[in-house]
Each structure stands twice: as C-alpha cells, then as structure tokens.
C-alpha cells in the first residue's frame, strides 16, 4: 500500500547536525525505512499571484520528501497566527496567552486546503494518508471534497485540552468539525482521547458507538491511542559511542568529578522552564553543600521567535539563568550552562549519558520523547535517575520515573536530590523497568500500528451506501 504522510515540520536529507522537533525526528527515522512519501512546508514562499504552488521531491532513504512553497501571507498568518497564537495555547491549556483575529481562520482553511491539493495530486486507487498534528485539523476535510474516498488517518501529538479550555477558541466548532472526516483520530494518552470524546458529543453532535468510535452524520471514526515511540537502539549506541568524544571529554573535567543535570527543550512556556530554574535555586539554597558538586546544563533552542509569548519568556529565562549563575558560581564551577542551541542526536546522547539526572518536567506536553531518550541513552550498569512531569505524556509509561508535580517548586527541588543520591540497586531496577517498556513501544511499532489501525478503521468510517458489500 501507498502511504504518504503530512506534516508541516520536515527533516530536510541535506541538513546535517540535530533534527528541529519531536515530530520530525520520529517521523524522519519511519519514512527513511518504511518508502512512504512525507509532505510538508519548504520553509520558501510561492508569490502570491501563483496559482499553483511549488514544490520539490527528493529522496529520504527508501521514502520521498515532498515540500511545498507556500503563500507568505498565508502561511504567516497559518503559522504565527492560528497555529502557534491560537491553537497551541489552547491545547497546552494557556487561553490567557490566546491572539485570535479572524484572517488567522481563513489562511488556516486557505494551507490547509492547498496542503489537500498537493496530497490529492499524489494519492493512487491504494494510497493511505496520514496527517500529522494540529495544523492539518481541515485537511482531511479538504481532501475528501477533492474524491478521494481512501483511509485517512489523524495523528495529535499534543495534549488534547478539556472542553471548557477549547470552547475559548473562537470558531473552533468550524476547525474541530472537520476531523469528521478521517477514519482514525490518534492520541497520545487515554486522556487525551476521553476529552475528546467528551468534546465532540456535547459541542459537535457526535454519538458514542461504543467506547472507541464517534458517528457525525452519516460517517464513523474510530479513536485510539497511540503513545509515540523512540528508535531505543540507536541512542543505546550513539551514546556508548561518543561517551568519550571531546565535547564530552570536555564537559566531565569541568564536572570536576561532580554530577550533572541535564535539560533538553525546545524555548516554550509549555515546557515548564521557569519553574525548573526556580526549583534548581531552591535545591541549591537548601542543600547549600551541594553548590560546586553538581551543574546543570540546559538546552534550549529558541523557536517561533515571531510570537511574542515566546520573546517573553526567552527573555525571562535569560534574566534568571544570569542571576542563578552569579549568585551560585564561581570562578571554577559553572552552576548553570543555559545554552540556546540544537545538538546533532548522537551527541545529545552521550551527554544525556554522562548526566546523573533528567529533568523533563514541562507543565503540559502530548508526550516528551526527550524523557524516552535519556532512559534509552544510559549505561545499563550505572544509569541515572529521570525525574519527570506528571504531566506529560510520557508519565503514563514511564512510572519508574521520579514522578513529580512542575508547579510544586519544593517537590522538585526534593526529587533533584532524592535522584542524585539514589542507591545504584533502586536505579537499574527503575531503569530496566523503564527501558523494558520503551523497547515494547517502540518507534516501528507505533508507526505500523497506527497504519494497521487505519486500514482496519476505514470500511467503517464510510458512509452505508459506500461500504462494499462482500
């Protein structure tokens, strides 16, 4: 079968060094193996008056990337405005920082739409569609006014938001209505599914058949949950094999022998970053003989620098990571490295391998493969301890961890330490239980799964007059 699937972050082949997002890299890692074509933006803009868009093909593997060059207008508007402005707060549950103008809609449906156009030139009689994440909510919609009566799947790698969060979206019944027209809509988490459930039977006129399938009118889609997966083995060997590179080497004779923390996070307010600081300066002012024991580096690469909500807490970050280093350094001990750059994934490996613990303790997150990948990255003999955000996605596997709440600044500040002291027998025991459930969720079996899901979903999804009789 044909698969192609659609999202608007791609991993370009020719780039070298660390994947920008979660999305890219899990997908990146599929396509390259399984020969399914991946669509998305260029990141180049068509001239407005162009009727038909550009677009470019290349390899990835055995798969094909396709990008497309999209009306600047438009897509600013689609991008910095409905999908970044509006939608993501609204599924990180932040309506306070909400911007909606009424243009962001129509330049939403105007990409989503013309994303629809190129997938409908592309698909064939056996073509199965996959859509990624919440800027494509409309584009199966699209897609079906253009005749193509196939299995389309949705994937949501974000929270799902309750509904009494969501009802603050201006129009969101005309953006949310149109995931009516695929056969699979997946989640992350069961939660993430019940608010949805809930969600389209009081505010979209759904009707529950069942626990797992909505009916809207006279079509049936089927829900499921689907925690996205790693590819386990590749950090295992990217981080044995550059634990002794230089950068590394580097970094543990600063360490001076003591331990180290480590972060890793795209800058955005849903990752729990301010927070996170705070706790480190409480750890530090009530456990004072720890200062020039243990460091803490945080990676933070800067992202949608055009929203203002971002630019706020960059600056925020910023300001603390300055005063947490002057009142806490010295002239031989680096308390905090703030650093605000991406990693190529080999080394992030070997560095989520030489640090005693991970904090991933975001406020909100779909998933957070970053807490997957620390597990996956540490020596089985002498791993280190994650401490992780009940709030994230991942927590539902990964329970084994220090499970923490990121709002309780002393509750964090308590489990950094609890996790830097924790005897050797208590972490390989978390750690295998950890690293056997990640092993069985991994990145194959999530993308197989997902599409097995979908072609079993899409004879029932159709409407009666439509389905073949056997």
């Given at each position: 079968m044909d698969t192609i699937l659609v999202s608007n972050r791609v991993a370009e082949p020719s780039r070298t060094g660390a994947v920008s997002g979660g999305l890219a890299a899990v997908l990146l890692s599929a396509v390259k193996t399984s020969g399914a074509t991946w669509i998305g933006a260029s990141g180049k803009f068509a001239p407005a008056e162009d009727v038909r868009v550009p677009t470019h093909s290349k390899r990835l593997g055995a798969g094909t990337l396709t990008t497309v060059d999209l009306p600047v207008t438009d897509y600013r508007r689609f991008y910095n405005g409905m999908a970044n402005a509006a939608l993501w707060p609204i599924l990180h549950y932040r309506a306070d920082l909400l911007r909606y103008e009424p243009e962001f809609v129509a330049s939403y449906r105007a990409i989503n739409r013309i994303m629809a156009n190129v997938v409908a030139d592309r698909v064939r009689p056996d073509s199965v569609v996959w859509v990624h994440d919440y800027h494509y909510f409309m584009l199966g919609e699209f897609l079906r006014q253009r005749g193509f009566a196939g299995p389309i799947g949705f994937f949501l790698h974000t929270p799902f938001p309750t509904k009494s969060v969501l009802i603050c979206l201006p129009e969101h019944r005309t953006v949310l209505k149109a995931l009516s027209a695929y056969d699979l809509i997946g989640f992350q988490t069961d939660e993430d599914l019940l608010r949805f459930?809930?969600?389209?039977?009081?505010?979209?006129?759904?009707?529950?058949?069942?626990?797992?399938?909505?009916?809207?009118?006279?079509?049936?889609?089927?829900?499921?949950?689907?925690?996205?997966?790693?590819?386990?083995?590749?950090?295992?060997?990217?981080?044995?094999?550059?634990?002794?590179?230089?950068?590394?080497?580097?970094?543990?004779?600063?360490?001076?022998?003591?331990?180290?923390?480590?972060?890793?996070?795209?800058?955005?307010?849903?990752?729990?970053?301010?927070?996170?600081?705070?706790?480190?300066?409480r750890f530090l002012t009530i456990y004072p003989d720890e200062r020039k024991r243990v460091s803490f580096l945080q990676i933070t690469p800067p992202t949608r620098s055009a929203v203002d909500s971002y630019r706020r807490v960059r600056a925020e970050l910023a300001s603390h990571a300055g005063e947490i280093s002057a009142r806490y350094g010295d002239v031989d001990w680096m308390v905090l490295r703030y650093i605000n750059e991406s990693f190529p994934p080999d080394q992030l490996a070997a560095l989520y391998r030489v640090s005693k613990v991970g904090c991933v303790t975001p406020l909100r997150d779909g998933m957070n493969l970053v807490a997957k990948e620390y597990v996956a990255s540490q020596d089985p003999e002498?791993?280190?301890?994650?401490?992780?955000?009940?709030?994230?996605?991942?927590?539902k596997e990964l329970n084994a961890a220090l499970v923490v709440n990121p709002y309780d600044i002393g509750e964090l500040a308590q489990a950094l330490y609890r996790a830097l002291y924790m005897e050797r027998a208590e972490r390989v025991e978390r750690w295998n239980a950890m690293v056997t459930t990640l092993r069985g969720g991994n990145i194959n079996r999530w993308y197989e799964g997902f599409l097995d899901s979908l072609r079993e979903s899409a004879v029932t999804s159709l409407p009666v007059a439509s389905r073949s009789v056997a």
């Open positions: 459930r809930d969600y389209a039977t009081t505010k979209l006129s759904a009707t529950m058949v069942g626990q797992t399938e909505l009916q809207f009118d006279e079509r049936r889609v089927r829900l499921g949950i689907f925690p996205v997966g790693i590819n386990v083995d590749f950090f295992t060997d990217a981080a044995r094999a550059n634990i002794n590179g230089g950068k590394i080497n580097r970094i543990k004779r600063g360490l001076h022998h003591g331990k180290m923390v480590i972060g890793v996070d795209r800058l955005d307010y849903s990752k729990g970053l301010p927070q996170r600081f705070a706790a480190y300066e002498d791993p280190g301890v994650l401490v992780l955000s009940k709030f994230a996605g991942a927590a």
